[in-house]
């Protein structure tokens, strides 16, 4: 599968998927381009609004690993701005809801889980060559 390109096509196939997922409680939708798809649930940062965001996922050990390509976009997606603002979330993986800490990974642990994403899906490597920014690769690890 190509990678797709950020534009208002693509924003209404995200709020769709977003819904689809929400809607059947993580039955329809749960997979996309190889990987399962969560459901992200943060804080805005600037209007303190509840934000939901689909994304596809590795699982590593306990938690969940998620990268914020947007697209291969020159900016960072909202969700991980609402992360650095307030790492504390929820996530909802086929139904079921669980809190969360968000930390970004760095270094050698974040080109090794970038590459997990790439081993998947090619659309990786091209979202990485369409940007000059460093994709942040984020850990949602259960909260205790």
Not at 42 to 65: C, E
Not at 66 to 79: C, E, K, L, R, S
Request: charged share 25%.
């Amino acid at each position: 599968m190509p990678a797709v390109r950020r534009g208002p096509v693509l924003s209404f196939v995200w709020r769709l998927h977003k819904w689809l997922l929400s809607f059947s409680a993580g039955k329809i939708a749960s997979r996309v381009d190889g990987f399962p798809v969560l459901l992200l649930h943060t804080i805005g940062r600037k209007t303190r609004q509840p934000r939901t965001n689909a994304l596809a996922f590795v699982q590593q050990n306990n938690a969940y690993v998620v990268v914020g390509t947007n697209a291969g976009a020159d900016f960072d997606p909202g969700w991980v701005q609402n992360l650095r603002a307030q790492p504390d979330a929820k996530i909802t993986i086929r139904g079921k809801k669980m809190s969360v800490r968000a930390r970004e990974s760095a270094g050698v642990e974040r080109d090794y889980l970038y590459e997990k994403f790439i081993l998947t899906s090619d659309s990786y490597a091209e979202y990485r060559r369409r940007t000059g920014r460093k994709i942040p690769v984020v850990i949602l690890e259960p909260a205790k």
